[in-house]
């Protein structure tokens, strides 16, 4: 029987790609400074925040309760540098792929923490969406060089997959817009250092840019924040393993943005198209729809 947390997990995994094609848009052709995007980050969800603050109000949580979601709020800004660092020398297609790793490692902790367990086939599915996802990310040479945004995006997954335990666990003390809330205003010390480190080239960078260029660039993390929502209220309502399973159709979505701007807008965005690349991609989807199928 089809379940809301289904749809919402889909909607996120779409969101959260077309943020990624305006992040990747924007580092390799308009902000070179990773921190400028993560003011326009800090800025969506600050903001966001505080309107929720005073029109929803915040459930109470405990002290503890509070610190964890300081520590996974400063974590997520931290490993979103990383992310946005990654863009700048990364192709999205084969970089985001492996944010997918995610599933693997929110599987376990999931099993350890909060003693989730499926059939034998959701986890068949579960392994088939990872493998897919992580053969889009495959390169026939790689430098060391070349290996180190892969590798930070790696370390983002890691830490994605803990906040995924942590909201789960706090969602049974509140709702899921004060979670949301808590999570974001209490990033705000790691935002902070970040802007003080980078303020001079932060500064200079927006100063140079046109109020197109800041009003899509909000735009970008505007779209990346409805996929939060979106992720945030579906685990509210599933399992959080199958949950950021089914979220491994970022990829998928993705990959359709890059193909359609590589076609028609190359100079926005382009990615490589050769015929043994696509085929890769086309064996990856493939992959990924029968994961979901099983998942689901």
């Given at each position: 029987?089809f379940s809301?947390w289904?749809?919402?997990s889909?909607?996120?995994a779409?969101f959260?790609?077309s943020g990624?094609i305006?992040d ?8 070179k400074?990773p921190?400028?995007l993560?003011v326009?980050?800090?800025f969506?969800h600050?903001v966001t925040?505080l309107?929720?603050?005073l029109?929803?109000g915040l ?5 503890f ?10 974590l997520?800004i931290?490993?979103?540098y990383?992310y946005f ?6 192709e ?9 790793l995610?599933?693997l ?10 003693g989730?367990?499926?059939?034998f ?7 088939l969406l990872i ?7 495959l390169?026939?040479?790689?430098t060391f060089?070349?290996i ?6 790696i370390c983002v997954?890691f830490v994605?997959s ?5 909201v789960k666990y706090l969602?049974?003390f509140?709702d899921f817009?004060?979670i949301?809330a ?9 935002l902070?250092?970040i802007?003080y480190?980078?303020?001079?080239a932060?500064s200079?960078t927006?100063?140079?840019q046109s109020?197109?260029?800041i009003l899509l ?7 990346a924040?409805?996929g939060?929502l979106s992720f945030?209220y579906s ?8 949950v ?7 990829p998928f979505f ?5 193909v359609v701007?590589s076609i ?5 965005l382009?990615?490589?198209?050769s ?5 890769l991609?086309?064996i990856s ?10 998942i689901?």
């Amino acid at each position: 029987m089809f379940s809301m947390w289904i749809l919402f997990s889909v909607l996120a995994a779409f969101f959260w790609a077309s943020g990624n094609i305006f992040d990747k848009y924007f580092i390799g052709n308009k902000i070179k400074r990773p921190a400028v995007l993560l003011v326009a980050l800090g800025f969506v969800h600050l903001v966001t925040s505080l309107i929720i603050y005073l029109v929803h109000g915040l459930e109470k949580l405990s002290y503890f309760h509070i610190f964890l979601a300081a520590i996974y709020g400063n974590l997520f800004i931290l490993v979103s540098y990383f992310y946005f660092k990654s863009l700048m020398k990364g192709e999205v297609s084969k970089l985001v792929p492996l944010l997918q790793l995610s599933p693997l490692f929110t599987l376990i902790f999931a099993f350890v923490f909060l003693g989730e367990v499926f059939i034998f086939s959701q986890y068949i599915g579960i392994f088939l969406l990872i493998f897919g996802a992580l053969l889009l990310s495959l390169k026939k040479s790689m430098t060391f060089d070349s290996i180190k945004p892969y590798l930070l995006i790696i370390c983002v997954a890691f830490v994605f997959s803990i906040g995924d335990i942590i909201v789960k666990y706090l969602l049974n003390f509140a709702d899921f817009w004060s979670i949301y809330a808590y999570f974001r205003l209490t990033m705000l010390p790691a935002l902070l250092i970040i802007i003080y480190l980078n303020f001079p080239a932060v500064s200079l960078t927006l100063r140079r840019q046109s109020k197109k260029i800041i009003l899509l660039l909000l735009l970008g993390q505007c779209l990346a924040l409805v996929g939060v929502l979106s992720f945030i209220y579906s685990i509210a309502l599933g399992p959080v393993t199958l949950v950021r399973a089914l979220a491994s159709l970022q990829p998928f979505f993705v990959l359709i943005f890059a193909v359609v701007f590589s076609i028609f807008s190359p100079k926005i965005l382009k990615e490589e198209m050769s015929k043994s690349a696509l085929i890769l991609k086309v064996i990856s989807i493939v992959l990924i729809f029968i994961g979901v199928i099983l998942i689901t």
